[in-house]
């Protein structure tokens, strides 16, 4: 009789984990998903910033022709896989040759360029909390149970978003400052 009830427990016991678990597995599914909702619009902000600083004729033809075109194209890919990733890397190193070939733009101040300063600081807050959440998912579903008993399901691997999200400008603003600093007094 001992031995029925230690059996019966300890099968109670493993479901309720499994069980746990599972639900945890779900959570971080969601999680995943808003994270990710979250970095799809980020980016799209980042693109229309881009495209309203491509339009405002303070770049050069060619290099603004160039931002607007990168810009579009991220726009319109969808998702986060790895056509979205290219995307988004030429749109940041196109904001980098910007920034090479009219510095003075990038002055903070105006609308265009607070816009995507602010556009590109929530893209790289997004795309942490995004990878964090794949992360966690990853971890937990990565461990032998999950992947024995297939708690996620049908649910796709998540995959982490890497892209360059350094603002341009931050070599900009640091110059400036030193120059500020290094003025002489009075």
């Given at each position: 009789m001992g031995l029925a009830v230690g059996f019966v427990l300890?099968?109670?016991l493993a479901v309720a984990y499994l069980s746990w678990t599972a639900s945890r597995l779900d959570r971080l599914h969601q999680r995943v998903d808003t994270a990710g909702a979250a970095l799809e619009a980020q980016l799209v902000q980042?693109?229309?910033a881009c495209r309203t600083l491509a339009s405002v004729r303070a770049l050069p033809a060619p290099v603004a022709d160039t931002l607007g075109r990168r810009?579009?194209?991220s726009l319109a890919t969808a998702g986060l896989g790895c056509e979205r990733e290219a995307a988004e890397n030429l749109l940041s190193r196109q904001l980098h040759a910007c920034l090479q070939a009219a510095p003075t733009?990038?002055?903070?101040?105006?609308?265009p360029v607070d816009d995507l300063l602010g556009a590109a600081a929530?893209?790289?807050f997004a795309r942490r909390f995004y990878n964090d959440a794949v992360l966690g998912a990853l971890d937990v579903r990565q461990r032998r149970l999950p992947r024995l008993f297939r708690l996620a399901g049908h649910a796709e691997m998540p995959a982490c978003?890497?892209?360059d999200d350094t603002l341009p400008w931050e070599s900009v603003s640091r110059s400036a400052h030193a120059d500020r600093d290094a003025a002489p007094l009075g």
């Open positions: 300890v099968v109670v980042r693109a229309s810009a579009g194209v733009v990038f002055v903070p101040g105006s609308e929530g893209v790289a978003f890497e892209i």
